[in-house]
């Protein structure tokens, strides 16, 4: 099985002042570190595009997104969905990736969305995915302004639907998160957790493919060390990806 995985990666440009004196420089981060491990330890093929990387590597064509089983995006904007080198700075036509995306799901893909600063509407709005052909195939509805709930004192979801096969072998008590994107599930959706009103982990049947939304996030901030070195962490991202595939 093939899954591809674009964004959990970052550049830092910071400014050091000391004194009348100042320099720069930059650091490059990925939070993918555990979702693969994960994926790849329940002998998951994981291809993972960084987030600089999305616009100019992520398939452009039908043929290339089928050769993936599922496809998840995680804290990467719609904005470097959308823009390619090409497009933004040489004005060439390319083809739109989340209409493709949802092509490829309704044709019997499966895609998940997990959250983040970038993720679903995100941080000030940055992952703008609102009104977009991602929202119409998630399980959820997007808020139009910043759907944050940050949670420093830690938050635990409730379990909805125990029996669903993404928890199979996984137990109800989970280790609590520090935040998530505020999320409402679509009539037609299965929630499978939430906190309060918002759906935390949901999913639906979308044309002849499955989506899934995971409100927090796979890796830190709001994916504590509890959470990332949980023992059932690897067996639950498994059973996402295979069921996304539809191998359970």
Known sequence: ???????ESWIKHI???????????????????????????????????PSHQVGDLFPTTMEELNEYDAVILSDIGSNSMLLSISTFTDSV?????????????????????????MSFQGIDCKGQYKDTAIEEILPVTLMSTDDRAEHPEGVHFTITDADHPVLSGIPSEWPHFLGYNRLTAKPEATVIAEHKDDAFISVMEYGKGRTFAFASDCAPHWGPTEFVEWEHYNAFWQNVANWLAKKI
């Not at 099985?1 to 964004?7: P, Y």
């Not at 036509?93 to 600063?117: H, S």
Request: charged share 20%.
């Open 93 to 117: 036509v390319q083809p739109n990736r989340l209409d493709m995306i949802k092509e490829y799901v309704e044709n019997g893909g499966g895609f998940a969305m997990i959250g983040g600063y």
């Open 1 to 7: 099985m093939k899954v591809l995985v674009a964004g």
């Open 15 to 49: 400014i050091h002042v000391k004194g009348f004196d100042s320099f720069t420089n930059s650091e490059y981060g990925e939070g993918i570190g555990w979702l693969k491990n994960a994926l790849e330890s329940g002998g998951i093929d994981m291809t993972h595009i």
